[in-house]
């Protein structure tokens, strides 16, 4: 593969709600990719987030969905049409990505998500869209301008993925969260839902397993790995805790 020694990629944060609330991440490498989409409705801010960087949107390579929820696949119909660009996401979330639907119930991982999950807005109704790139396994991003590839990373949802650049920067979508959903930057957090949350965790250590530099995620800052992998070693120990006592529910189907 020809593949150059210039192969590093910037990961910049696009804020859809709040200063880093919600995110989407534009890659920059020799070709620009979208790594998810925002909620409904956040299209036309994305599309000009991503101008404002000096990326001519039409240029995009590739919008890459992390999971079938709606503040990660909200308006990647909208940008589509906006840019041209394909959109990838995982076989075992396309139910969610051509409904526009998200799996419900969602599974509270704690007082966070049973508080959020009486949000109205937690239950609407995207545009759908049908992933021209549907993702079965890993797949290399060299084809489309980026030294990076993406990895299942199943347990937020089944059809969930992180995009790992060559040069180490995990985008990990809601494989982790900050605290709060980003109120208490770089702490270590779940986000508010697991399907699976042993799954997961399972998936987390695996790809801390590859030592990444930096994790960027879906809901708060940039996570650093060190720590993260000292909150996977308590959330064990809790899941546990959790198991024994017969209090993990996770999707089965
Ligand atoms: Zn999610
Ligand atoms: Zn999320």
């Given at each position: 593969m020809s593949r150059t020694t210039a192969s590093r990629t910037k990961v910049v944060p696009i804020p859809v709600l709040g200063r880093h609330h919600i995110n989407a991440y534009l890659l920059l490498g020799r070709r620009p990719v979208l790594v998810d989409a925002g909620t409904p409705g956040s299209g036309r801010k994305i599309h000009d987030a991503i101008a404002a960087h000096g990326v001519d949107p039409a240029d995009l390579a590739l919008i890459v969905l992390?999971?079938?929820?709606?503040?990660?696949?909200?308006?990647?119909?909208?940008?589509?049409?906006?840019?041209?660009?394909?959109?990838?996401?995982?076989?075992?979330?396309?139910g969610q990505y051509r409904s526009?639907?998200?799996?419900?119930?969602?599974?509270?991982?704690?007082?966070?998500?049973?508080?959020?999950?009486?949000?109205?807005?937690?239950?609407?109704?995207?545009?759908?869209?049908?992933?021209?790139?549907?993702?079965?396994?890993?797949?290399?991003?060299?084809?489309?301008?980026?030294?990076?590839?993406?990895?299942?990373?199943?347990?937020?949802?089944?059809?969930?993925?992180?995009?790992?650049?060559?040069?180490?920067?995990?985008?990990?979508?809601?494989?982790?969260?900050?605290?709060?959903?980003?109120?208490?930057?770089?702490?270590?957090?779940?986000?508010?839902?697991?399907?699976?949350?042993?799954?997961?965790?399972?998936?987390l250590r695996a790809m801390l397993d590859l030592s990444p530099t930096t994790l960027h995620v879906g809901h708060g800052t940039a996570l650093d790995p060190a720590r993260a992998r000292k909150w996977a070693d308590r959330e064990h120990r809790r899941l546990t805790r959790r198991e024994a006592g017969g209090r993990l529910p996770a999707r089965t189907e």
């Open positions: 992390t999971h079938g929820h709606l503040d990660h696949f909200g308006s990647a119909a909208e940008l589509h049409r906006l840019t041209g660009a394909p959109v990838a996401g995982h076989a075992a979330d396309l526009g639907r998200v799996r419900e119930p969602y599974l509270p991982t704690g007082p966070m998500g049973r508080l959020l999950a009486r949000n109205r807005k937690l239950h609407v109704t995207a545009e759908p869209c049908d992933p021209e790139v549907v993702v079965r396994g890993e797949l290399d991003l060299d084809g489309f301008g980026l030294a990076a590839r993406i990895v299942p990373t199943p347990g937020h949802t089944a059809g969930s993925v992180s995009l790992l650049t060559d040069d180490g920067a995990l985008v990990a979508g809601d494989l982790i969260a900050n605290s709060f959903m980003g109120l208490l930057p770089g702490r270590p957090a779940d986000p508010p839902f697991h399907d699976d949350p042993r799954r997961n965790l399972t998936s």
